[in-house]
C-alpha cells in the first residue's frame, strides 16, 4: 500500500517561506511523476505543480511560477515543494501525491494522495 506523508506547513507572514516534503513508502517513487495540489476552504483542489520521475522537468501553476520550485529525492523517495514569496492567496492544505504521467495538472490522473498539511500565510 503506498503512503504518502506530508511535513513542513505551518504558519508564515507574508514574504515568507516554507519547505514542504513528501515522503513515500509502499513504492518506488522514481517510477512515477509526482505532484503538489492544495485546497483552501470552500475551494475546489487545485494543481500547484508537478515533477517527472527523474526531476529533469517540472510544470508549474501560472500563480505560483518564479516563486514555488518542486525537486525531488528518489534515493530519499522524497518530493519537495519550496515556496518563496508567500502571499496570503497561498493559505491552503497542500497535498502531495503520485501521478500516472507527466506533465499532468488533473487531480483524477493521480492515485495516491497524502493527508494533507496546513500553510498559512498571515498578512
Known amino acids: 500500500q503506498v503512503q504518502l506523508v506530508e511535513s513542513g506547513g505551518g504558519l508564515v507572514q507574508a514574504g515568507g517561506s516554507l519547505r514542504l516534503s513528501c515522503a513515500a513508502s509502499?513504492?518506488?517513487?522514481?517510477?512515477?511523476?509526482m505532484g503538489w495540489f492544495r485546497q483552501a476552504p470552500g475551494k475546489e483542489r487545485e494543481f500547484v505543480a508537478c515533477?517527472?520521475?527523474?526531476?529533469?522537468?517540472?510544470r508549474y501553476a501560472d500563480f505560483v511560477k518564479s516563486r514555488f520550485t518542486i525537486s525531488r529525492d528518489n534515493a530519499k523517495n522524497t518530493v519537495y515543494l519550496q515556496m518563496n514569496s508567500l502571499k496570503p492567496e497561498d493559505t491552503a492544505v497542500y497535498y502531495c501525491?503520485?501521478?500516472?504521467?507527466?506533465?499532468?495538472?488533473?487531480?483524477?490522473?493521480?492515485?495516491?494522495w497524502g493527508q494533507g498539511t496546513q500553510v498559512t500565510v498571515s498578512s
Open positions: 501525491a503520485q501521478g500516472r504521467s507527466f506533465p499532468e495538472n488533473s487531480r483524477y490522473e493521480y492515485d495516491y
Open positions: 509502499g513504492s518506488l517513487m522514481r517510477n512515477y511523476a
Open positions: 515533477i517527472i520521475w527523474s526531476g529533469s522537468s517540472a
